[in-house]
Protein backbone atom coordinates (compact mmCIF):
# COMPACT_ATOMS: atom_id res chain seq x y z
CA UNK A 1 0.00 0.00 0.00
CA UNK A 2 1.30 3.71 -0.39
CA UNK A 3 2.24 5.90 1.68
CA UNK A 4 0.01 8.52 1.93
CA UNK A 5 1.37 12.24 2.88
CA UNK A 6 -0.52 15.10 3.59
CA UNK A 7 0.87 18.13 2.21
CA UNK A 8 0.09 22.26 2.97
CA UNK A 9 -2.97 23.32 1.31
CA UNK A 10 -1.98 25.40 -1.89
CA UNK A 11 -2.50 29.24 -1.38
CA UNK A 12 -5.40 30.51 -3.59
CA UNK A 13 -4.20 33.59 -5.33
CA UNK A 14 -7.78 34.51 -6.31
CA UNK A 15 -9.48 36.18 -3.36
CA UNK A 16 -13.06 35.90 -4.57
CA UNK A 17 -13.66 33.45 -1.93
CA UNK A 18 -12.51 35.18 0.58
CA UNK A 19 -12.95 38.38 2.46
CA UNK A 20 -12.35 40.31 -0.81
CA UNK A 21 -14.09 40.55 -3.81
CA UNK A 22 -12.22 39.48 -6.57
CA UNK A 23 -10.94 41.85 -8.99
CA UNK A 24 -13.16 43.57 -11.17
CA UNK A 25 -11.86 44.34 -14.79
CA UNK A 26 -13.03 45.25 -18.26
CA UNK A 27 -12.82 42.23 -19.27
CA UNK A 28 -14.55 39.99 -16.46
CA UNK A 29 -17.44 42.97 -16.67
CA UNK A 30 -18.00 41.41 -20.23
CA UNK A 31 -17.87 37.95 -18.97
CA UNK A 32 -20.70 38.45 -16.06
CA UNK A 33 -22.68 40.64 -18.39
CA UNK A 34 -22.66 37.87 -21.15
CA UNK A 35 -23.74 35.34 -18.68
CA UNK A 36 -26.04 37.85 -16.00
CA UNK A 37 -23.69 36.24 -13.10
CA UNK A 38 -25.55 32.89 -13.72
CA UNK A 39 -23.68 29.51 -13.79
CA UNK A 40 -25.59 26.95 -14.83
CA UNK A 41 -24.61 23.22 -13.41
CA UNK A 42 -25.23 20.17 -14.48
CA UNK A 43 -24.27 16.46 -13.57
CA UNK A 44 -23.51 14.17 -11.03
CA UNK A 45 -26.05 13.34 -8.36
CA UNK A 46 -23.46 11.85 -6.16
CA UNK A 47 -21.34 15.04 -6.05
CA UNK A 48 -24.82 16.97 -5.22
CA UNK A 49 -23.49 17.14 -1.54
CA UNK A 50 -20.17 19.06 -2.00
CA UNK A 51 -21.61 21.41 -4.93
CA UNK A 52 -24.39 22.25 -2.67
CA UNK A 53 -22.54 23.21 0.21
CA UNK A 54 -19.71 24.68 -2.29
CA UNK A 55 -22.16 26.92 -3.75
CA UNK A 56 -22.95 28.56 -0.44
CA UNK A 57 -19.53 29.16 0.00
CA UNK A 58 -19.17 30.62 -2.72
CA UNK A 59 -21.99 32.85 -2.53
CA UNK A 60 -21.36 34.88 0.59
CA UNK A 61 -18.63 36.57 -0.99
CA UNK A 62 -20.33 36.93 -4.87
CA UNK A 63 -23.56 37.96 -3.59
CA UNK A 64 -24.86 39.18 -7.50
CA UNK A 65 -23.89 35.69 -8.72
CA UNK A 66 -27.03 33.11 -9.47
CA UNK A 67 -25.77 29.31 -9.16
CA UNK A 68 -28.62 26.82 -10.83
CA UNK A 69 -27.65 23.54 -9.62
CA UNK A 70 -29.95 20.92 -11.73
CA UNK A 71 -28.02 17.47 -11.39
CA UNK A 72 -30.05 15.50 -13.35
CA UNK A 73 -26.70 12.64 -13.60
CA UNK A 74 -23.58 12.75 -15.43
CA UNK A 75 -24.31 11.06 -18.43
CA UNK A 76 -27.20 14.17 -18.68
CA UNK A 77 -24.64 16.80 -17.45
CA UNK A 78 -21.94 15.86 -20.06
CA UNK A 79 -24.85 15.55 -22.89
CA UNK A 80 -25.87 19.11 -22.06
CA UNK A 81 -22.11 20.63 -21.93
CA UNK A 82 -21.61 19.40 -25.72
CA UNK A 83 -25.54 21.24 -26.52
CA UNK A 84 -24.28 24.51 -24.69
CA UNK A 85 -26.74 24.28 -22.36
CA UNK A 86 -24.88 24.18 -19.31
CA UNK A 87 -22.00 26.57 -18.22
CA UNK A 88 -20.00 23.74 -15.84
CA UNK A 89 -20.41 20.33 -15.32
CA UNK A 90 -19.69 17.64 -12.28
CA UNK A 91 -19.25 14.06 -13.10
CA UNK A 92 -18.60 11.01 -11.43
CA UNK A 93 -17.24 8.54 -13.59
CA UNK A 94 -14.74 8.14 -16.32
CA UNK A 95 -14.84 10.05 -19.79
CA UNK A 96 -14.82 8.24 -23.05
CA UNK A 97 -12.21 8.79 -25.50
CA UNK A 98 -14.63 10.07 -27.53
CA UNK A 99 -15.79 12.88 -24.58
CA UNK A 100 -12.08 13.92 -23.97
CA UNK A 101 -12.00 14.54 -27.84
CA UNK A 102 -15.06 16.65 -27.82
CA UNK A 103 -13.78 18.83 -24.72
CA UNK A 104 -10.33 18.90 -25.90
CA UNK A 105 -12.04 20.60 -28.82
CA UNK A 106 -13.79 22.92 -26.91
CA UNK A 107 -10.90 23.79 -25.24
CA UNK A 108 -12.59 23.21 -22.12
CA UNK A 109 -11.15 22.13 -18.83
CA UNK A 110 -11.31 18.91 -16.85
CA UNK A 111 -10.01 19.41 -13.49
CA UNK A 112 -10.81 16.53 -10.61
CA UNK A 113 -12.67 17.99 -7.54
CA UNK A 114 -12.43 14.62 -5.16
CA UNK A 115 -12.31 11.24 -5.04
CA UNK A 116 -14.53 8.52 -4.25
CA UNK A 117 -15.12 4.93 -3.26
CA UNK A 118 -18.55 3.21 -4.65
CA UNK A 119 -19.45 1.60 -1.73
CA UNK A 120 -21.73 -1.72 -2.04
CA UNK A 121 -24.03 -1.53 0.99
CA UNK A 122 -26.89 -3.79 2.31
CA UNK A 123 -29.31 -3.70 5.35
CA UNK A 124 -27.92 -3.54 8.75
CA UNK A 125 -29.82 -6.55 9.47
CA UNK A 126 -27.49 -8.35 6.77
CA UNK A 127 -25.36 -11.18 8.28
CA UNK A 128 -22.92 -10.77 5.15
CA UNK A 129 -20.37 -8.73 5.47
CA UNK A 130 -18.81 -9.22 1.97
CA UNK A 131 -19.02 -10.64 -1.58
CA UNK A 132 -16.56 -10.86 -4.69
CA UNK A 133 -16.93 -8.81 -7.44
CA UNK A 134 -18.15 -12.39 -9.25
CA UNK A 135 -21.02 -12.78 -6.65
CA UNK A 136 -21.60 -9.40 -6.72
CA UNK A 137 -22.03 -9.75 -10.87
CA UNK A 138 -24.10 -12.33 -10.52
CA UNK A 139 -26.54 -10.68 -8.14
CA UNK A 140 -27.28 -8.02 -10.55
CA UNK A 141 -27.42 -10.35 -13.29
CA UNK A 142 -30.27 -12.10 -11.62
CA UNK A 143 -28.21 -15.63 -11.64
CA UNK A 144 -28.15 -15.19 -7.77
CA UNK A 145 -31.21 -14.86 -6.22
CA UNK A 146 -31.30 -15.52 -2.44
CA UNK A 147 -28.97 -14.58 0.25
CA UNK A 148 -28.14 -18.33 1.33
CA UNK A 149 -26.05 -18.91 -2.22
CA UNK A 150 -23.67 -16.30 -0.68
CA UNK A 151 -23.61 -17.27 2.84
CA UNK A 152 -26.31 -15.76 4.26
CA UNK A 153 -29.97 -16.15 5.17
CA UNK A 154 -32.57 -18.30 2.93
CA UNK A 155 -34.27 -15.21 1.78
CA UNK A 156 -34.71 -13.79 -1.82
CA UNK A 157 -32.43 -10.69 -2.44
CA UNK A 158 -34.21 -7.33 -3.57
CA UNK A 159 -31.95 -5.25 -6.16
CA UNK A 160 -31.35 -1.77 -6.08
CA UNK A 161 -29.57 0.20 -8.63
CA UNK A 162 -29.54 3.67 -10.52
CA UNK A 163 -31.04 5.33 -13.50
CA UNK A 164 -29.31 5.23 -16.65
CA UNK A 165 -28.41 9.23 -16.63
CA UNK A 166 -26.34 8.60 -13.50
CA UNK A 167 -22.49 8.19 -13.86
CA UNK A 168 -22.53 6.13 -10.75
CA UNK A 169 -24.89 2.99 -12.69
CA UNK A 170 -22.16 3.85 -15.55
CA UNK A 171 -19.14 2.81 -13.72
CA UNK A 172 -21.23 0.04 -11.95
CA UNK A 173 -22.18 -1.61 -15.08
CA UNK A 174 -18.83 -1.56 -16.45
CA UNK A 175 -16.64 -2.24 -13.73
CA UNK A 176 -18.89 -4.94 -12.31
CA UNK A 177 -21.02 -6.05 -14.33
CA UNK A 178 -19.01 -5.41 -17.91
CA UNK A 179 -21.23 -3.96 -19.77
CA UNK A 180 -24.23 -6.44 -19.15
CA UNK A 181 -27.48 -5.40 -17.77
CA UNK A 182 -29.18 -5.60 -14.31
CA UNK A 183 -31.55 -8.33 -13.95
CA UNK A 184 -35.51 -7.34 -15.31
CA UNK A 185 -36.77 -6.86 -11.52
CA UNK A 186 -34.54 -4.74 -10.55
CA UNK A 187 -35.41 -1.16 -8.30
CA UNK A 188 -33.97 2.05 -10.38
CA UNK A 189 -33.62 4.69 -8.47
CA UNK A 190 -33.00 8.56 -9.00
CA UNK A 191 -30.84 9.58 -6.03
CA UNK A 192 -28.45 8.17 -3.69
CA UNK A 193 -31.04 9.35 -1.10
CA UNK A 194 -33.37 6.40 -2.42
CA UNK A 195 -30.91 3.65 -2.72
CA UNK A 196 -30.16 4.53 1.22
CA UNK A 197 -33.91 4.45 1.77
CA UNK A 198 -35.20 1.43 0.68
CA UNK A 199 -32.34 -0.72 1.73
CA UNK A 200 -32.96 1.11 5.11
CA UNK A 201 -36.31 -0.52 5.30
CA UNK A 202 -35.73 -3.46 3.33
CA UNK A 203 -33.56 -6.40 5.26
CA UNK A 204 -33.34 -8.01 2.25
CA UNK A 205 -32.05 -5.37 -0.10
CA UNK A 206 -28.49 -4.89 -1.79
CA UNK A 207 -27.39 -1.21 -3.47
CA UNK A 208 -24.81 0.82 -4.40
CA UNK A 209 -23.92 4.44 -3.21
CA UNK A 210 -21.69 7.04 -3.10
CA UNK A 211 -19.39 7.07 0.00
CA UNK A 212 -20.56 10.19 1.32
CA UNK A 213 -24.10 8.37 1.41
CA UNK A 214 -23.19 5.95 3.60
CA UNK A 215 -22.06 8.46 6.71
CA UNK A 216 -24.89 8.90 9.51
CA UNK A 217 -27.13 6.00 8.69
CA UNK A 218 -27.35 2.13 9.50
CA UNK A 219 -26.44 0.79 6.16
CA UNK A 220 -23.79 -1.89 5.85
CA UNK A 221 -20.68 -1.13 3.73
CA UNK A 222 -19.46 -4.58 2.02
CA UNK A 223 -16.17 -5.39 1.65
CA UNK A 224 -14.96 -6.73 -2.11
CA UNK A 225 -12.58 -9.20 -3.34
CA UNK A 226 -11.67 -10.26 -6.45
CA UNK A 227 -9.22 -12.72 -8.19
CA UNK A 228 -5.81 -10.02 -7.97
CA UNK A 229 -7.80 -8.70 -4.61
CA UNK A 230 -8.19 -12.02 -2.61
CA UNK A 231 -8.55 -9.85 0.84
CA UNK A 232 -11.85 -8.28 1.04
CA UNK A 233 -11.49 -4.34 1.25
CA UNK A 234 -13.95 -1.63 2.24
CA UNK A 235 -14.36 1.95 0.61
CA UNK A 236 -11.92 3.85 3.65
CA UNK A 237 -9.63 6.78 3.30
CA UNK A 238 -6.33 4.51 2.75
CA UNK A 239 -7.66 1.37 0.28
CA UNK A 240 -9.20 4.27 -2.13
CA UNK A 241 -6.19 6.47 -2.42
CA UNK A 242 -4.08 3.34 -2.40
CA UNK A 243 -6.02 1.66 -5.09
CA UNK A 244 -6.66 -1.55 -3.19
CA UNK A 245 -10.28 -0.68 -3.18
CA UNK A 246 -11.82 -1.87 -6.47
CA UNK A 247 -14.26 0.43 -6.99
CA UNK A 248 -12.37 3.90 -6.49
CA UNK A 249 -13.74 6.91 -8.95
CA UNK A 250 -12.68 10.26 -9.46
CA UNK A 251 -15.68 13.24 -9.07
CA UNK A 252 -14.42 15.89 -11.92
CA UNK A 253 -15.38 19.03 -12.60
CA UNK A 254 -15.93 20.68 -17.06
CA UNK A 255 -15.90 24.20 -17.74
CA UNK A 256 -14.35 26.86 -20.04
CA UNK A 257 -11.70 28.53 -18.47
CA UNK A 258 -11.52 31.81 -20.64
CA UNK A 259 -15.05 32.69 -18.80
CA UNK A 260 -14.11 34.84 -15.71
CA UNK A 261 -17.03 34.24 -13.86
CA UNK A 262 -16.55 30.64 -14.01
CA UNK A 263 -12.91 30.91 -13.28
CA UNK A 264 -13.79 32.89 -10.07
CA UNK A 265 -16.35 30.16 -9.08
CA UNK A 266 -13.32 26.75 -9.83
CA UNK A 267 -11.21 28.73 -7.81
CA UNK A 268 -13.72 28.40 -5.00
CA UNK A 269 -13.25 24.69 -4.97
CA UNK A 270 -9.64 24.46 -4.36
CA UNK A 271 -9.09 25.88 -0.98
CA UNK A 272 -8.73 24.96 3.13
CA UNK A 273 -12.44 25.72 3.62
CA UNK A 274 -13.68 23.56 0.22
CA UNK A 275 -11.49 20.82 0.95
CA UNK A 276 -12.87 20.54 4.69
CA UNK A 277 -16.34 20.80 3.34
CA UNK A 278 -15.46 17.77 0.81
CA UNK A 279 -14.52 15.97 3.64
CA UNK A 280 -17.35 16.32 5.59
CA UNK A 281 -19.24 15.23 2.75
CA UNK A 282 -17.84 11.94 3.00
CA UNK A 283 -15.51 12.59 0.27
CA UNK A 284 -11.52 13.12 -0.41
CA UNK A 285 -10.09 16.18 -1.77
CA UNK A 286 -8.26 16.16 -4.89
CA UNK A 287 -5.65 18.51 -4.14
CA UNK A 288 -5.51 18.29 -0.80
CA UNK A 289 -2.59 15.24 -0.49
CA UNK A 290 0.17 13.89 -2.96
CA UNK A 291 0.84 10.10 -3.22
CA UNK A 292 4.56 9.09 -2.85
Given at each position: MKNIILIAILTITLTNCGNKKAEITDNTKEDV???????RIKGSETARKIIISINDFYKKSNSNSQIDYSGGGSNLGIMSMMHGDADLIVVSRELSDEEKSVFSKKNLVIDTLAIDGLAIVVNHQNQIENLSKQQLKEIYEGKITNWKDVGGKNKLIKVFSRESTSGTYTLFKDKVLHNANCLATHVSMNYNEDVVSGIQGDPNSIGYVGLGYTLGNKLKVLGLSDSTHLKPSKPEYASIISGDYLLKRYI????????????????????????K???ECGFIPFKSFKQQ
Open positions: KATSELITIIYDNSNQLLKNYVACTHNEHTYIIN
